[in-house]
Every structure is written in structure tokens, then in C-alpha cells.
């Protein structure tokens, strides 16, 4: 009796720390005589691009799990309602029974809980004796019901670091002008909320933080900028790449020829150069200058949680646990037991309660501007990025080790 | 008897490394009752904008020491010859003497050393008893008669484990397109050629490295990419931000008005940009990611450079023990003493004959082919980011302290 594990969706800094996790809870309780790995998520396993992990050295999965990106492979694969189209499921289906695979793990955001939802959904139908349980995964925090999500711990961590590099690097002359920081987060300001941990002797160090929660008005940004031009000489402007104006438009996407991903979301980019330009043409100065964290935000394991690490491999722990306790079409979420000292656990949420949905950065956490966020948002955001996460080495940069290219 | 230390140009990781590693000195030797530190370089001290770092707490030179970017403050200041205006040397001098100020040590890169020169000229000619002592500092590794540059190692170091992780990130799907990745460099391909240090099992992750050094080809740059796209179905490509056509335009200024800062440099970006177009338009493919690192290659101390650290106090030392030889008008240089194991250590070199010049990316480090390194380029620069540099932490976050804002 076998296991498979996948991955879907963007990458993250521990993703690979899930995979791990339930290798090495396997080798301890024996479930499952073998744990695949399907390449590439769902696409590559409709392949049969299955490798087995059990068969890895304990170094290989060491280095593997201290690798960030994920590191099986991914996909943006959306199956079909299998009512309207079984061919993807009788197809998995049989390749699954071809390898005595029982039980099924998908680690992904929304979108991979909404294939879950749908395998386990099929599979009971049909009376199909294979378990489909998720495992949360997103730099975005944006997954309903747990607490927060793998990866976003340490894209939190790197983004407040990146911060308070920036800031020291935007203010070492006496006329400084303006900073943009963008960062990730589509529809959610979690991310860019992150920022607000970044302080120098307990001040901190973002002016203004602009979350997509808060609908952004060009007429009150100007103002707030040039008020606070003029009262310092410098600026230090953190947004969202997901903040729209109140018709709903992405502020990124004005200027562009938008294009989608085959889930249909907007392919973001490029806030920080049209609020370079609004300030421009506002005439509050030239001086501007932006920087995009881009990808780094959900590779850079060097700058990586040890707390958010951990917590990756507990939920690929968990998620074997749970199937050998019989369940199927669930995600396994994270609560949080205490705040201090940092303490949490995990427990079991439908899939189809997760998929598709939305958490926002609740409405209380930002200030009554929506400039900012609040010292209630400081204490949830904190005990997420602690302890550094310590790497392997090999000619003074990081050793790190993938599967699927 | 006192001296003054001052920052300029741009900011790098461990320039105030160079800063602590001479008022640390100046414990030991005592040599000078006090240090001060000038704030926003010479620009600073002009109009008295100074501060006593011997009256610091060790404590604070230490958090001060592991803090990125110049935390004196910086400048951009270029001085008139004194043969056509003399005015900012008299107020200079005078400045200095109501001090008691007997040298002045300037952290800076190659305009830095012009400074450097004329204040020494200066104070020769006029009988003026004030030494004047230049300290290497630029992430571009640009200065003549230095093996390398303090600032270079860590930038360099970041830059590395950034390719490193960015490949990873870019390598997930079976569709993965193309990615270009942009470094700083201004006119030289130093810090383009770190990139070559990133490898996965052996193996180097950028397949094609475009320098300053060698004139661009768009149509050999098609050719080669289309070449391995077919091949692999992913390039990974790096380019300098200071890459020019063989007419000598910057390829990143050629849509841009061109901005250009007081020393005359243009101010470049866009680098990136400009490929995915090229490719796009050449029909390659449309998916084509981009990545530019931006500031943070010369602030991200997280990701730094021991070597770099200890030789950038080196090198503030140094500084010291030649002022208390007699020396002025000259800059502190590193040797490379051995490569293996690593060792360097300290000489004089002429002011003037850094002042202005700029150190090229040496042509028998390219290969014939122009679009990457040799691996003696790899002998060399692997050294320069060997361990890892330690830094303090408050809240999760490293610690940092300034004294110009």
C-alpha cells in the first residue's frame, strides 16, 4: 500500500518542507510501504511522472527539504467538473490503482483545495478506495479557516528584512525623494502588511502601507505623500501589487494589456511604476524611486522562518496522520494555541469550504486612514516570522537540490 | 589631536564596517583623542553636521558596524578644482582646524578619490598640516590597483544566492519560458559575473552572462536564446543594467529620456525590460519573467560576506596606521596574499591614479563566445563570498542603528 504526494500552484520558500515532512513521519510509524512523488502536480502524474521518495537518502531529503521552490514540480491545472468531463479522473484514477496508491497529497493554495475537494468527491461517488487530503501552501495567507499558511511566514520574514534594507538604503542623502516598495499578495494585503513589521529603534520605518482591502484613492495618496514630503524631505511608500481603485481596477493593470492565468486571475505587475508616475505628475517631486521584491518574495529561503519551516513539515506530518485515521477531502489547517509563547497546532477543514474562497486582511487591522495597520495586526504577524532558519551549505552558498528539472 | 571619517557615493553592505573598524583601531592605538564622523559626506561637514563616534558606547558601534548602507549618510558632492574656486576647501579647512582635526579619512569609490586627491593637493599647497587618506567602497568592484573593493563580496554574495533561488522559482512548471534577471554594474560586468558562482549540483543555473565588456549583438543574442529555448524549453538569462549596443547606446536607455546624476553617470535600468521586449517581438516565446534586484544588492547585509565584512574594517584600520605613518593624498588597497587559503592584506596606491579611472571586467575572463565567464573569473570571485556574516537580531529582525536620520 502506497501514498503520492504532489505540488500546485506558485512556489514557496518551505513548500518542499511539507513533502518532507510526511516522508519522514512515514519512515517513523510505516503507513505507507512507499511515498510517491508526482512531478509537475496533476499535469505531470496524468503523465506518469511518479518518482519514489522513500527510496531517497536521508541526505537527499535533508538537502531537499532545505530547497526552496517547489521543488517536485508544479501546475496550473484545473480539472473539469467530472460531471461534465471524467476523462482526467478515470485517467488518475488508473494510474493511482496501477501503483497500489491509497492516499493522495496535495500541497496548494485555493485553487489545488478545489481539485482535492473534486478528486475526493469523485472517488466517493464511485466508491473508489483512495483518500485526497490537502495541505496548505501560499506566501499569500489568503486560505479560509487555518490560521495562516505555509510559505507566508517566510515571505513575511524576507519582505520585513528587504524593508528595513531598503529604508537604510533610501535615506543616506540629504535629498532622498521617494520610495516604493512593491510587494505580492493579489487580492490580499498580507503581505504587503508585513512591511509594517520592519522598525529601526522601535519606529516604523514604511509611512504608508496600501493594502488592496482598502479601495485607493489617488486624490487622498497625493495628499498624504506631499504632506509627508514636505514635513520630512522622504517617503517611504509600501504597496500592495492588488490595490484597485473604487471601480475596481487594478492599479497595475491601467496601462497594461492584462493578461490571465488559465484560473483566470489577473496577472499583476507594475503598481509601483504608476504610483512613481502619479507623484511625478502630481509635482511633488522627481525624486522617486521603486523596487519590486518580485520573486525573491517566495524563494528566499536564505531569509526564511525556522517557525514557518517547522510548520510546513508538520502539516505534511499531519496530513499522514489524518489519512490513517480514514479521512478524505479535507485540508489540513493550522490554529493557533497560544501567542506567547508561540504555540500551535493542526486540525482538519472540508476542502470545499477552502476552495475558491478568499481570507482578507480583516477590516479592524487597518487604521481608520487605510494608510496603515495596527499593533493587533503587529501581534498576529510577529511570532509567525521567528527564529532564522538555518541552511545547509556547500562553496559558501546555499546547497540546495530539486527532482523535476 | 582628532580625526574625521566620512561616507560617499553609494551605500553598500559593509561600509560601516570601514567606519568602526578605524574608530576600533583608534581604541587600541590611540592615535587620536577623538573620531568624529561627518554626515552626508563632504556635503555634511560643510555645514558642520558632525557627530563624535569615540563618545559611542561599544554597543552601539557594534550594532552600528553590522548595519547596511551608510549610516553616516552619503552625498554625491563633487568639488571644483581649487584652482578655479577654492571656496568649499578654505570653509573645509576651517571647519576641520576649529576641530582640531588632523585627518580626514573619505569612504568612498572612484569620484570619492578625486575628492580624496584635490583636499590633499589642496592642503600641500598651502602648507595646510591635515592628512587626507582615501577608503575603498563599491559593490561595482571598479577601482584600479585594488585586487577588489570592499561592499563587492557581500553584493556579491547576495547576488549569487538570489540567481540561485530565483532559477529554482523559475524552473517549477513544464512551461516555463524564459527569465531575465538584471544586475547593477554600471560600466563594468563585476557584479553580472557573480551570477556564474550559482550552481545546482555542478552545474551553473545562467546560461548566457552579458557584460559591459563586450558590445551587445541583438542578433546573436535571438539566435542563442531561440537556440536553447528549443533545446530546453527554459533560458535563464543575466544581463548587466550596463550593457551597450555596438554604437555604444545603453540598451537600457534606449526608450528612456536618460536621466543623469552630478557626476555626469547616466542613470541606468531597464536592462530587463528591454530583452523581453526584443524577445517578444522575435517571436521566441511570450513567456518571458523578469527580475531586477535593485537596491537590494547594496544593503542586503542578511545575505552577506564575512570576508567582505572583516576586510571592509580591515581596510578602515588600515587607514589609520598609514595616517600615523604620515601618509595623505593616497587610497587603502587590498592585495590578494594567497587564494588558497584566502588571504589579503593592505597597501597604498595613489589617489590620483584611482580617481576617475574605472577597472573593466578583464576580456580573458570572457568566454570567445562573449555571453559568459571563464573559471578563472570563478577562482577569483569565490573567496571574495566565503562565510557567512553574523549579524545581531531584535524581534526576529536584524537589528540595525544609524546616525544621520
Redesign the interface.
Known amino acids: 500500500m502506497n501514498c503520492i504526494i504532489a505540488?500546485s500552484g506558485g512556489?514557496t520558500s518551505v513548500i518542499n518542507a511539507s513533502v518532507v515532512g510526511l516522508v519522514e513521519g512515514n519512515f517513523e510509524k510505516n503507513i505507507f510501504k512507499n511515498v510517491y512523488g508526482g512531478l509537475?502536480g496533476i499535469?505531470?502524474i496524468l503523465k506518469g511522472n511518479i518518482i519514489n521518495l522513500s527510496k531517497m537518502s536521508k541526505v537527499e531529503l535533508d538537502t531537499f527539504k532545505h530547497?526552496?521552490?517547489?521543488?517536485l514540480?508544479?501546475?496550473?491545472y484545473k480539472l473539469k467538473d467530472y460531471k461534465i468531463d471524467e476523462t482526467d479522473y478515470i485517467k488518475l484514477i488508473d494510474i493511482l490503482n496501477s501503483l497500489n496508491i491509497k492516499a493522495f497529497f496535495y500541497i496548494g493554495g485555493n485553487d489545488s483545495m478545489d481539485t482535492t475537494n473534486k478528486l475526493s468527491a469523485f472517488a466517493k461517488e464511485k466508491n473508489i478506495d483512495i483518500q485526497f487530503i490537502g495541505i496548505p501552501k501560499t506566501i499569500d495567507n489568503d486560505l479560509v479557516f487555518t490560521d495562516h499558511t505555509p510559505g507566508f511566514g517566510s515571505a513575511a520574514?524576507f519582505i520585513?528584512?528587504?524593508t528595513?534594507?531598503?529604508y537604510?538604503?533610501?535615506?543616506?542623502?540629504?535629498n532622498n525623494g521617494i520610495f516604493i516598495l512593491e510587494t505580492m499578495g493579489r487580492d490580499t494585503g498580507w503581505l504587503a502588511a508585513s512591511t509594517a513589521?520592519?522598525?529601526?529603534?522601535g519606529k516604523q520605518v514604511a509611512d504608508f502601507i496600501y493594502l488592496p482591502e482598502v479601495p485607493f484613492s489617488e486624490e487622498q495618496f497625493i495628499l498624504d505623500v506631499k504632506s509627508r514630503f514636505k514635513e520630512k524631505n522622504h517617503v517611504f511608500i509600501v504597496a500592495s501589487e492588488g490595490i484597485k481603485n473604487k471601480y475596481g481596477d487594478f492599479l497595475g493593470s491601467i496601462n497594461d494589456n492584462t493578461t490571465h492565468d488559465s484560473f483566470g486571475h489577473a496577472q499583476l505587475g507594475g503598481v509601483a511604476n504608476y504610483l512613481k508616475n502619479l507623484i511625478i505628475q502630481s509635482k511633488v517631486t522627481n525624486r522617486v524611486?521603486t523596487?519590486?521584491l518580485?520573486?525573491?518574495q517566495?524563494?528566499?529561503?536564505?531569509?526564511s522562518?525556522k517557525t514557518d519551516f517547522e510548520e510546513a513539515s508538520m502539516v505534511g506530518k499531519a496530513a499522514l496522520n489524518y489519512v490513517s485515521s480514514g479521512y478524505s477531502g479535507y485540508m489540513v489547517g493550522i490554529k493557533r494555541d497560544t501567542n506567547t509563547p508561540y504555540k500551535s497546532s493542526t486540525f482538519l477543514v472540508e476542502a470545499n469550504k477552502v476552495a475558491n474562497k478568499v481570507k482578507y486582511f480583516p477590516k479592524e487591522w487597518i487604521n481608520p486612514k487605510g494608510n496603515n495597520i495596527t499593533k493587533d495586526a503587529l501581534l498576529y504577524l510577529?511570532p509567525l516570522?521567528?527564529?532564522?532558519n538555518q541552511l545547509n551549505?556547500y562553496?559558501?552558498?546555499?546547497k540546495?537540490?530539486?527532482f523535476?528539472?
Open positions: 505540488q512556489p509537475n499535469e505531470g530547497t526552496p521552490s517547489s521543488g514540480g508544479s501546475c496550473r520574514k520585513a528584512t528587504s528595513l534594507e531598503a537604510l538604503d533610501s535615506t543616506v542623502y540629504t513589521l520592519a522598525t529601526i529603534e524611486k523596487l519590486e518580485g520573486v525573491l517566495r524563494c528566499a529561503l536564505h531569509c522562518s510577529k516570522i521567528s527564529q532564522l551549505f562553496d559558501y552558498l546555499p540546495y537540490k530539486v523535476n528539472r
